[in-house]
């Protein structure tokens, strides 16, 4: 299962939505969200999935490369999995992003790099839980940017699809 980077030359402004694909039931929700914002503005949306690596294993060589080979095959497969959805909504395939660092950091270095990226929607654990680390460092008010600040978009991780179609 290969990721096809695309893409567009686009001469409008339109905003593209951008979600992190984690694999949780949040970042469905968020995808969503995302899907049917952008098919509503004439938006795009674009998927980032990270794969990182707890440190401690480098010195062991052959568990690290498999620990890396497997974190990468997970975030492949949560990209392509809200990929799919994506798909299903908005009837085009999504940009795909994969990459291999710390997930603060890929998100940064993706903004820099992409100015066409107008808004980040995360989608948050349902409350009374730990809300996720993005939006913890929202809430907590240590941000999430070091240069190109952008819109965050929070969807409750709760929301049904009827109530995120009303509400997108």
Same mark, same amino acid.
Not at 41 to 61: C, D, K, R, Y
């Given at each position: 299962? &290969?990721?096809?980077?695309? %893409?567009?030359?686009?001469?409008?402004?339109?905003?593209?939505?951008? +979600?992190?694909?984690? &694999? %949780?039931?949040?970042?469905?929700?968020?995808?969503?969200? !995302?899907?049917?914002? *952008?098919?509503?503005?004439?938006?795009?949306?674009?998927?980032? =999935?990270?794969?990182?690596? @707890?440190?401690?294993?480098?010195?062991?060589?052959?568990? =690290?490369? !498999?620990?890396?080979?497997? #974190?990468?095959?997970?975030?492949? *497969?949560?990209?392509?999995?809200? *990929?799919?959805?994506?798909?299903?909504?908005? @009837?085009?395939?999504?940009?795909?992003?994969?990459?291999?660092?710390?997930? +603060?950091?890929?998100?940064?270095?993706?903004?820099? *790099?992409?100015?066409?990226? !107008?808004?980040?929607?995360?989608? #948050?654990?349902?409350?009374?839980?730990?809300?996720?680390?993005? +939006?913890?460092?929202?809430? %907590?008010?240590? &941000?999430?940017?070091?240069?190109?600040?952008?819109?965050?978009?929070?969807?409750? =991780?709760?929301?049904?699809?009827?109530?995120?179609?009303?509400? #997108?």
């Amino acid at each position: 299962m &290969g990721l096809k980077q695309v %893409s567009f030359i686009c001469m409008t402004t339109a905003r593209k939505f951008l +979600v992190i694909a984690d &694999g %949780s039931d949040e970042s469905r929700t968020a995808a969503y969200f !995302a899907a049917r914002r *952008a098919r509503k503005t004439g938006g795009s949306v674009a998927i980032l =999935g990270v794969a990182t690596m @707890e440190g401690g294993f480098e010195h062991w060589l052959g568990v =690290g490369n !498999a620990m890396r080979a497997e #974190a990468m095959e997970a975030a492949e *497969a949560a990209v392509e999995s809200l *990929a799919e959805d994506v798909e299903g909504v908005m @009837e085009v395939r999504p940009e795909l992003h994969l990459k291999e660092d710390d997930l +603060v950091k890929a998100l940064c270095d993706l903004l820099e *790099a992409d100015d066409d990226i !107008a808004i980040l929607v995360l989608g #948050a654990r349902p409350h009374g839980e730990d809300p996720g680390p993005l +939006v913890e460092a929202l809430a %907590s008010g240590k &941000g999430l940017f070091a240069g190109r600040r952008i819109p965050v978009t929070v969807v409750p =991780g709760g929301l049904s699809k009827d109530a995120i179609k009303a509400l #997108a």
